[in-house]
């Protein structure tokens, strides 16, 4: 990996307070590891609610039910840039599969936010999370430990899986498969 790519993604990653995954490290790198959990190991539901940058409310029944896949981002961050085509097309291609997406972002105002979903042809909402609760609540069931960290949902809305860092689509697509293939 070139040291512009390391630099590149050190710069996205910010610090959760989880640090269960990393010993005496603040952060992950965002190296684009895969964690990913068995029916037996899901543990809490995860339940998140707030404002989109268009200012609609973002309610969790809309979500339940569904595979969701989350991601946080922020419009500067390098990795966010590059994974967005691919988010995009997979959300495309799951649509009217029972897939939702839904994004968090720390970091921008409406205006930035709103220009790379533009750019980026993001047609699912993302919380505006400048107070960090969206990121709090999934602190208890998941570690989010980088930006960008992209989370799969089953239907129960538990974690079945986990990318830190900037995710390829083919992961993405294998995931949300195999979120899918679980029995409801």
């Given at each position: ?12 990653a ?9 010993v ?27 404002v ?133």
């Amino acid at each position: 990996m070139s040291a512009l790519a390391v630099l590149s993604l050190a710069a996205c990653a910010e610090d959760s307070g989880n640090n269960g995954d990393v010993v005496n490290q603040g952060y992950q790198s965002g190296d684009g590891s895969v964690r990913t959990w068995t029916v037996d190991e899901r543990k809490g539901n995860v339940e998140l609610s707030g404002v989109d940058y268009a200012g609609d409310s973002v309610n969790w029944s809309d979500y339940e039910g569904n595979v969701v896949v989350i991601n946080t981002w922020y419009a500067a961050c390098p990795p966010c840039r590059v994974e967005a085509p691919a988010l995009a097309a997979v959300e495309a291609a799951y649509a009217d599969q029972g897939v939702k997406f839904l994004g968090i972002n720390r970091t921008d105002d409406s205006g930035a936010a709103q220009a790379f979903e533009r750019e980026f042809d993001v047609n699912w909402p993302s919380i505006n999370d400048e107070s960090g609760s969206a990121i709090a609540s999934l602190a208890g069931v998941v570690p989010v430990k980088a930006v960008p960290t992209t989370i799969v949902l089953d239907r129960q809305s538990r974690v079945t899986a986990r990318v830190l860092g900037q995710v390829d689509q083919s992961t993405l697509d294998t995931l949300v498969r195999e979120a899918l293939a679980e029995e409801g």
